[in-house]
DNA sequence: TTATTATAGCTATTTTTTTCACAAAATGTT
DNA sequence: AACATTTTGTGAAAAAAATAGCTATAATAA
């Protein structure tokens, strides 16, 4: 049980085990194989285990593992046993897609705020939140103890929303903007590129088929 | 300069790097080099020339590569040298989010047909497509030549819509939904799953730190 | 009790991907 | 023309990740 660098591809897995095992749950399933997992996420069996592994044994070899119980482990491992604080700046269409996202809330991650520019879109109402001017981002940090920050701006204002989130003190930045952003080494930072998403889809497609 | 097997994580950097040399020609830079690639897009500058050598040789030693020649190959290369014909199944938040995301018309991926089954949604507007009821899947992938289609549906109805999809000729799938899907083998299938993104954050900022 | 079967956990192997480092080629300089 | 400088392209080495297969253990059946 070495706990030094999972593999962020083994984090995306785990996630993946997670909301499947949430779903055999409500199926009211109670045990479950490493080879199940494997068939209902589409991976293989060896790998679940080895995904696994990093973080200790949660299994009874010749029967496999208890639902809730492996859920509960792969949800603490996770972090999801607690509730995450996350502004969105930027409320555009993606920014507020984003918002209204109910699979965010579901899994503990609470956006508590909504900034933008532009005067037509402060003030309109995101489910029930608010969207507030952008000049309120050090205030709503800070007061409401934000510590996830999703950049939903253009990329020319990307690097400046993020230096403003990290220097009132997120930890962690998921950037949904096309731009390379520069954080301090202890913060984490994710970026989502839409766009890349169909890019390869393309390159596949185009590509010796 | 062997062809087969192009990792995925070489595509989708291929993907990143299109983009800078796409700013980087707006700014009027010429010639550009590995290391500049590198330093703009955060990747080191070995792997953007192990990337490219997978294509051919696009540079001069001594000088770099010229911006918008290389752009244009790496273009051709994702297959964004041409128009895709995009459905979007599922209007909810996300789906009409991804319709009116203008960085894809950008990229050459036209959206043609946006369905729902909800009365309440079909009939509005997003941007100049209007929203359709489901049962027109069929009609429309046939009539508009549609290539791509993209899963932003409830993860209940995913594997349905994609059968019929597949079934009708679409031959690539961008699965919005939490939900493996079956397809056969010949077509290109993608997940997006968003609530992984920042469920891996989550980790990151729960573990180790 | 003793086999038999199923399956986790672990180790070894293979494959894939990334990094390193250097020869080759182009340009600029003395 | 010779030399220095820059930077590509690439083979080799290293690192990382995935796969395969073996061993131990629990449950069950004989």
């Known amino acids: ?24 749950a409500r199926e ?12 209902g996420t589409g991976v293989s069996s060896a790998q679940v285990r080895k995904d696994l592994a990093y973080f200790g044994e949660f299994g009874t070899r010749g029967v496999g593992y208890k ?5 509960n482990h792969l949800i603490k491992i996770l972090g999801l046993d607690r509730e995450w604080n996350v502004i969105i700046v930027g409320a555009g269409k993606l920014g507020s897609a984003l918002a209204l996202y ?15 520019v532009d005067p037509d879109i402060i003030g309109t109402k995101l489910g029930n939140i608010e969207v ?7 205030e709503r940090v800070r007061e409401q103890n934000i510590t996830i920050g999703v950049i939903a701006v253009p990329a020319s204002a990307a690097q400046e929303v993020t230096d ?14 096309p731009r390379v952003l520069k ?4 913060v984490v930072l994710r970026n989502v590129d839409l766009s890349v998403n169909l890019e390869v889809l393309s390159f596949n497609l185009a590509f010796n088929r």
Do not use: C, H, W
């Open 183 to 186: 954080v301090p080494r202890e």
């Open 102 to 116: 109910q699979g965010f809330a579901e899994r503990g991650f609470k956006i508590v705020t909504v900034l933008d």
């Open 67 to 71: 639902v809730d119980e492996l859920y």
């Open 1 to 24: 049980m070495k706990v030094f660098k999972i593999p962020e591809a083994t984090v995306m897995r785990l996630s993946v085990y997670s909301r499947y095992l949430n779903q055999l």
């Open 164 to 177: 403003r989130l990290v220097k009132t003190g997120v930890k962690a930045i998921l950037n949904f903007s």
């Open 28 to 39: 009211g399933v109670e045990t479950v194989s490493s080879g199940d997992i494997a068939k």
């Open 132 to 138: 507030e001017p952008l000049e309120l981002l050090e």
